[in-house]
């Protein structure tokens, strides 16, 4: 009985994945004037493993391109070769088009070989120079190899492997026919199977095998490459390799040439054909998307569920006899139910977070390459590496982040004669830092370069007609326009930045999280990029708010402050508008109950409350009639259920069983027609 490895792909891919980025971060670290052996054979065992996978799973074009690698990895780690940048180069390009690859096989396409056929001619020349710096031939593989434990001969002949699966074999996970494969990729197979250990019918056991194989394999390659193949089945099988000189069978295979060679092919056609309709390319299916979670976090989970079930059969026993005397036991029950859920709900959740390292390894890659392009000299620090955040507003701010870094890589930090000329240092410094303030993550980007062109960006801002040149801004306000659509500062186009369809985007996926984006620029001294994001999506802290017989949700990290109006501070404004004098800051007013059309207890200001609230770092005012409770609450969607509501980013359950609306704050500033400008303007004028 085979086993279907397609099950185990899945794990395979997210493992080569992960090996990919040791390899990647591995090379980005190494030291060329003090080599680090260890980060060396970090590297050399993640292409090990995924050359090892790959072959097992029948991936033989990641197989054939890693095994390459491998072999000049193994004679840069046992110091016969020596790493240069060029070297480096070569390798990171490598884990991109290994990358690449897999991506493809991953979602079962045909791998596009190009760039892997081009690379691997690469490496073969170098492995064409030998260890003494005399040229060889590249498929010499006496040359390439000098290790002696690796028997090699180059005489008329072929290997003899006798290959005998112990019958527990395939309960293991590994399929022979797979191996068998992987020889016929390395030459001419002759395959033999042997079953004379194979029980009666009756007696036969679908998940053991009794078969062993006798395989005579015509190659160029060693010994050494032929044992690799079976490197992950030697403690599920007795396997022995040996040489065959065919010299001394002369006779035997030239009496009828033709007929040996036609016999040859036509095995190893068949082998071909039994393996590849073993492994024939599944039907497309949805992708399934995992998560690595630490085991004491599963086990938390578990205790909780067994605190759970024992509450849960407590006020089971109390619900069969119930009288009113029982109502003190059943109030402490229903505690420790609530304690228990919340405990639970936690658990839950610390599942889904991730360390943000999961994100920020993307940029030492990222800085490097682009530091080369530019031609600067960067310092990429990290901190915070292990805050955590929930794993789908980490896939989601990746982009983002992307932009923002390229943008101060580009814009920000000056080339080392501009730095130098500055009385600057002539490497500049990005770092990128995350750390927990309440319920949010902050996430950092800031760079030492030149900082925003304030005056430049008000130029271009009254060029575009963004604002008008009698408009009193202040510099925050003025360096928020680069969040504009289409807004760009650069003179000249590069393939690094300058089109203006950056920060704007940045700013509306950051929203579309729940999540607000400001900056902060010293000129001279370097910008700081601030981006405030939830934990999670999926759960929100809200302040329940009334508006007449409505109940509506408030996200609390939203919410500055609540009071009562003073109608001495209230000036009405063009458009319709009232703004509140608050501090010296004029807020203006969104009433609603006019939004929502709904009735209000009172249409007078002074009669509500005003709920100060802030997004896209504008600030404004709600009229509610009443401020209640606060509590957690589980996040519905309205799109996937209803349909998409301008003004409300979801809805959820109350504890009463009605359907509650949460209000999306940025977009009902927009809805209520209230733009930046003209806030400020309405300010000035009031004043």
Request: charged share 30%; with cysteine; proline share 3%.
């Amino acid at each position: 009985m085979s086993i279907d490895l397609s099950q185990f792909h899945q794990v395979f891919f997210e493992e080569c994945f992960e090996g990919l980025d040791v390899m990647e971060n591995g090379l980005l670290e190494l030291d060329l004037d003090d080599i680090d052996s260890e980060l060396i054979n970090s590297v050399f065992r993640a292409a090990h493993s995924i050359k090892g996978g790959s072959g097992t799973f029948g991936f033989s074009s990641v197989a054939d391109f890693t095994h390459v690698l491998e072999t000049l990895l193994d004679d840069i780690r046992s110091e016969k070769r020596t790493m240069d940048k060029q070297g480096v180069d070569l390798f990171l390009l490598s884990v991109d088009c290994l990358r690449q690859l897999l991506h493809q096989l991953h979602a079962k396409e045909e791998p596009d070989l190009d760039q892997a056929n081009q690379l691997k001619l690469k490496f073969e020349a170098i492995l064409a120079i030998g260890l003494d710096g005399e040229v060889a031939e590249v498929n010499d593989v006496t040359d390439v190899n000098k290790d002696d434990k690796l028997e090699v001969h180059d005489g008329i002949g072929y290997w003899e492997i006798i290959f005998k699966p112990h019958p527990e074999i395939v309960q293991t996970g590994n399929e022979p026919s797979r191996l068998l494969k992987q020889l016929a990729v390395m030459g001419e197979l002759d395959v033999e199977a042997n079953i004379e250990n194979l029980p009666d019918f009756t007696a036969l056991d679908p998940e053991l095998l009794f078969v062993k194989w006798t395989l005579k394999l015509r190659t160029k390659e060693n010994k050494g490459a032929i044992s690799e193949i079976f490197e992950w089945v030697v403690d599920d099988s007795d396997i022995t390799i040996t040489w065959i000189d065919e010299s001394v069978i002369q006779e035997t295979i030239t009496e009828n040439p033709k007929d040996t060679a036609d016999n040859i092919t036509s095995i190893k056609e068949n082998s071909e054909n039994k393996v590849t309709k073993k492994v024939s390319k599944p039907k497309a299916s949805v992708e399934s998307q995992s998560i690595r979670v630490a085991t004491d976090k599963v086990d938390s989970l578990i205790n909780m569920v067994g605190e759970l079930v024992i509450t849960q059969s407590m006020l089971g026993q109390l619900g069969k006899d119930f009288s009113m005397e029982r109502v003190h036991r059943l109030q402490e029950g229903l505690i420790q139910l609530e304690h228990n859920t919340r405990e639970l709900q936690e658990s839950v959740m610390r599942i889904r977070m991730l360390p943000i390292s999961f994100s920020f390894n993307r940029f030492p890659r990222l800085v490097r390459d682009l530091s080369h392009t530019l031609n600067k000299k960067i310092d990429l620090k990290l901190s915070g590496e292990n805050t955590e955040l929930d794993k789908t507003v980490m896939e989601k701010i990746g982009d983002p982040m992307v932009h923002m870094v390229r943008n101060s890589l580009d814009h920000g930090i000056e080339t080392p004669d501009v730095r130098k000329a500055a009385g600057k240092n002539e490497t500049g410094t990005l770092t990128l830092s995350a750390y927990h303030q309440g319920g949010n993550i902050i996430i950092e980007i800031n760079d030492d370069g030149a900082g925003l062109n304030t005056q430049k960006i008000k130029e271009k801002a009254i060029e575009k007609g963004l604002i008008k040149e009698s408009d009193n801004l202040d510099d925050d306000k003025i360096n928020d326009l680069i969040f504009q659509p289409g807004f760009s500062t650069a003179d000249v186009i590069s393939d690094v930045s300058g089109r203006g369809v950056g920060m704007d985007v940045v700013r509306r996926n950051i929203t579309e999280l729940s999540g607000t984006v400001e900056v902060k620029s010293v000129p001279g001294e370097g910008s700081t990029f601030k981006i405030r994001l939830p934990l999670t999506l999926a759960i929100l802290d809200g302040q329940l708010v009334r508006v007449g017989k409505e109940i509506y949700i408030l996200p609390l990290v939203s919410i500055v402050e609540s009071i009562l109006v003073d109608e001495e501070f209230v000036n009405n404004v063009g458009g319709g508008f009232e703004v509140l004098r608050l501090r010296e800051e004029y807020i203006p007013i969104i009433k609603l109950y006019d939004v929502f059309g709904v009735e209000p207890d009172s249409r007078k200001l002074t009669d509500g409350l005003l709920v100060v609230v802030e997004g896209e770092n504008k600030k404004v005012g709600f009229i509610v009639d009443e401020l209640m409770e606060q509590q957690q609450v589980v996040i519905k969607s309205l799109e996937a259920n209803f349909q998409k509501v301008d003004g409300v980013s979801g809805a959820t359950i109350l504890g009463d069983g009605t359907v509650a609306m949460i209000l999306d704050v940025p977009g009902l500033i927009q809805l209520s027609g209230i733009q930046l400008i003209s806030n400020l303007k309405a300010g000035n004028n009031a004043a």
